[in-house]
């Protein structure tokens, strides 16, 4: 279903000066000193409504965390959930992933996470798909040596995708892969979920995990 646009949503978001990043390239190379210090810096990129990232950013002080989305609507949620928490070590970005070279330069990202992103099922579309090898290079020249990505998925179809375009690239190593995450039921206590995870385990659908080695 589309979201209806609203017009205060954005205003709402850049009123966070502390939390939103109205002007992300300005920052390009320099994240580190926006956050104030060189702790390492971790990326989801399609952040959606925020539970994933903001509990990570709780969890982990010393970390920091860029969260990107697409949907205001969306991301005005997150937002609130990391002013509800006064996390002091995430910083979201209004913005699409095709720009993310823009405002990230080469080794200043050390994870990438990719959370039940758009599958884009019809053939044609599959570049549009963020794990296609087009965006796989973009990925590569953000991440530091031995940097990884995160996918996880409720989408057979794209996993398999995924599976073959990190085995083909020749600068990944693919390892922890599961077919069914939480078949083991201790690592629901080991990984966080996200809002569409949560509903997804209720309907005791598998969801699908790789974890992606730039060597």
């Known amino acids: 279903m589309r979201l209806r646009r609203k017009p205060w949503v954005k205003d709402e978001i850049f009123q966070y000066t502390s939390y939103s990043v109205k002007e992300p390239r300005e920052w390009k190379g320099k994240w580190n000193e926006l ?3 060189s702790h390492p810096i971790h990326a989801e ?6 539970r994933f990232i903001t509990i990570l950013a709780e969890q982990n002080p010393h970390i920091n965390y860029i969260a990107l989305e697409q ?3 969306v991301l005005v949620q997150a937002v609130r959930k990391a002013v509800a928490l006064e996390l002091k070590n995430i910083r979201f970005i209004l913005g699409n992933v095709n720009s993310l070279l823009e405002f990230l330069s080469p080794n200043e990202i050390e994870r990438i996470y990719l959370n039940f992103v758009d599958p884009w099922p019809k053939k044609r579309h599959a570049k549009r798909r963020l794990t296609h090898h ?3 290079n973009m990925y590569q020249q953000i991440l530091q040596k031995n940097g990884s990505i995160h996918l ?3 989408n ?3 996993f398999e995708f995924s599976l073959n375009e990190f085995s083909n690239h020749p600068s990944y190593q693919l390892h922890d892969i599961s077919l069914n995450l939480y078949r083991n039921e ?3 206590e080991k990984y966080v979920q996200t809002e569409y995870e949560m509903k997804f385990i209720e309907q005791g659908k598998p ?4 974890e992606a080695t730039l060597i």
């Open 186 to 188: 201790e690592n629901l």
């Open 71 to 73: 949907k205001q609507e």
């Open 207 to 210: 969801i699908y995990r790789l």
């Open 152 to 154: 996880k998925t409720d």
């Open 134 to 136: 087009n965006y796989l």
């Open 35 to 37: 956050f104030g210090n």
């Open 156 to 158: 057979e179809i794209l």
């Open 45 to 50: 990129f399609g952040t959606g409504r925020g």
